[in-house]
């Protein structure tokens, strides 16, 4: 892309990196909370399904102001992990956290929704031929619901790499280092004649959101198209 700056390709991967590690981290626990939500019958279930979606709720900067809390050098969780030497606060790996913050409810719901769709009859006919609830799910679940978990992904990513409000806050808007395409963006539009800047990233944030949803949709097809065969 000859006709982006440094900065703003630097911007452009940034992004790329942090919403490819905010969705691939979150989808292992993402299909596990969906799958609690959706089969699980236990106390505190009401509770837990608040507190996965709350990030939808809250405004985003809270979301961030409360990561920022927790995480922080000087946070119950952050202090704890800066004595190992992980640090999330004004890195790209806390702006990766709080874009799968952000982008978590969208992927569980979705995920969530595939897995309410499985006729239960099915898993229950493999478990009385012996299964048990890790084969079930492996051989039976799991791929009914891919095109679910395809679907949870792609809004994950999509989610990801628009996030702002939440990452700005924790992590600011540091060149080279938290800047991301929405954050590059909004500090274009503070200076002026920056707004060839703004159009051009404008504009990638576009087709890359488009290409992730059109790959999605084509690899969901086929995926349900197998599904049909077996």
Do not use: C
């Amino acid at each position: 892309m000859g006709w982006l700056g440094p900065a703003e390709w630097q911007a452009v991967t940034l992004s790329l990196r942090v919403a490819l590690w905010a969705t691939a981290v979150s989808l292992p626990p993402g299909i596990l909370v969906a799958h609690l939500l959706a089969r699980g019958r236990f106390p505190g279930r009401g509770l837990l399904n608040g507190l996965v979606h709350l990030p939808l709720i809250l405004p985003p900067v809270v979301t961030g102001y409360l990561l920022l809390l927790a995480f922080g050098t000087r946070g119950p969780v952050g202090g704890l992990l800066a004595e190992a030497g992980i640090v999330f606060a004004f890195r790209w790996t806390g702006a990766a956290l709080a874009a799968g913050v952000m982008a978590f409810p969208l992927m569980v719901r979705a995920i969530r929704l595939s897995i309410e769709a499985v006729d239960p009859r099915l898993e229950a006919a493999a478990a009385t031929l012996g299964a048990g609830r890790a084969a079930v799910f492996l051989t039976v679940t799991l791929p009914l619901i891919l095109p679910g978990i395809l679907a949870g992904a792609i809004l994950a990513f999509a989610k990801a790499m628009g996030e702002f409000g939440a990452t700005i806050t924790f992590v600011a808007s540091i060149p080279g280092q938290t800047r991301t395409v929405p954050s590059a963006i909004y500090a274009a539009l503070q200076v002026p004649g920056g707004e060839g800047t703004a159009l051009r990233l404008v504009a990638v944030a576009v087709a890359v959101a488009l290409a992730a949803l059109g790959l999605s949709e084509l690899v969901a097809r086929g995926v349900a198209r197998r599904i049909g065969r077996t």
